[in-house]
T-cell receptor
């Protein structure tokens, strides 16, 4: 099965700085890569995702990049704010067109702390 | 709010007991996934149902079982509970089905059930 590794496990930044979280995956067939944010006491919240036919995707202050050759993808958060503090998870899966299968393989998470 | 609901929010029970966790997916979503989150294992996929049928199994113990009902809500049954079963249990639903394309990938998670086995 797929193996997703995520680094770093903890990340502290000053408010206004950028944060980058990196993930690698093992299965070259994986074609869908979502990122989730989990706040204390809540379930994971989908914040951005990317498919393998795209190299980069942006949504306001967050962006994700994908390097299929190297099998790694990254989450970039710019102009960080204290409310960005949370645990972030990357995930990967192979989703075949027309299939109803799509289990996610998760990284171990990154605890991001943004200091005011 | 993801639109996925889970009950109960907290569950405290003793070893050897049996519990049932309930999940209601987002309106129109036919797929329900169950995940377990623990400190040592992280987020692990347990099982998936699609429109009432089991579609995939992950690292689910034989003591655990699940089902999806005609109204699409799902239940995860955990029996002969052990201390190591203490964890957060999440369900997620996916826009695969009548409300969206079967090729939709996004999974939306519920708030989870925290199970404590004493």
């Amino acid at each position: 099965g797929e193996n997703v590794e995520q680094h770093p496990s903890t990340l502290s930044v000053q408010e206004g700085d950028s944060a980058v979280i990196k993930c690698t995956y093992s299965d070259s067939a994986s074609n869908y890569f979502p990122w989730y944010k989990q706040e204390l006491g809540k379930g994971p919240q989908l914040i951005i995702d990317i498919r393998s036919n795209v190299g980069e995707k942006k949504d306001q202050r967050i962006a994700v990049t994908l390097n299929k050759t190297a099998k790694h993808f990254s989450l970039h958060i710019t102009e960080t704010q204290p409310e960005d503090s949370a645990v972030y998870f990357c995930a990967a899966t192979y989703k075949e067109r027309g299939s109803t299968l799509g289990r996610l393989y998760f990284g171990r998470g990154t605890q991001l702390t943004v200091w005011p | 709010d993801s639109g996925v609901t889970q009950t109960p929010k907290h569950l405290i029970t003793a070893t050897g007991q049996r519990v049932t966790l309930r999940c209601s997916p987002r309106s129109g979503d036919l797929s329900v996934y169950w995940y377990q989150q623990s400190l040592d294992q992280g987020l692990q996929f347990l099982i998936q149902y699609y429109n009432g049928e089991e579609r995939a199994k992950g690292n689910i113990l034989e003591r655990f079982s699940a089902q999806q009902f005609p109204d699409l809500h799902s239940e995860l049954n955990l029996s002969s509970l052990e201390l190591g079963d203490s964890a957060l249990y999440f369900c997620a639903s996916s826009a695969q089905g009548a409300g969206g394309s079967v090729d939709s990938n996004e999974q939306f998670f519920g708030p989870g059930t925290r199970l404590t086995v004493l």
